[in-house]
């Protein structure tokens, strides 16, 4: 079973059966509107909490997309260079844009769950 914490930056990490996904939440993509391009670090790269380790270009704006939590990148969605349009569909599933190793997984705990970030966003 899946869970997913947020982040006060509209980021979210989904942990699913050990491994983590990182992306950016419903919300966040909402504001942004049809996303045109996503640019995404490269596997085996490390970051700090807060570190930008994404950025996002849509029709309105270009976002950066920050840490929760300190990090490794294990893998990163390819699918999203030629359907970056997968993050408006689907932001919190196929559209996560980084597989990562957590540096400390007990981190995990302290993000906002679902019902913290709904009440965060409003």
């Given at each position: 079973m899946a869970e997913t914490r947020?982040?006060?930056?509209h980021e979210y990490i989904r942990e699913e059966g050990g491994r983590y996904f990182l992306g950016i939440s419903?919300?966040?993509q909402?504001?942004?509107g049809d996303i045109t391009f996503v640019e995404?670090?490269?596997?085996?790269?490390?970051?700090d909490t807060d570190d930008v380790c994404c950025t996002v270009e849509?029709?309105?704006?270009?976002?950066?997309?920050n840490t929760p939590l300190a990090l490794r990148v294990k893998a990163v969605?390819?699918?999203?260079?030629?359907?970056?349009?997968l993050i408006n569909s689907d932001a919190e599933g196929e559209g996560w844009m980084i597989?990562?190793?957590l540096q400390d997984p007990g981190s995990?705990?302290?993000?906002?769950?679902?019902?913290?970030?709904d009440a965060f966003e409003k």
């Open positions: 947020y982040y006060k930056t419903e919300y966040a909402k504001e942004l995404l670090p490269s596997a085996g790269a490390e970051f849509s029709v309105k704006a270009v976002a950066e997309v969605n390819e699918r999203l260079e030629d359907e970056p349009e597989e990562v190793q995990f705990a302290t993000l906002m769950d679902e019902a913290a970030y």
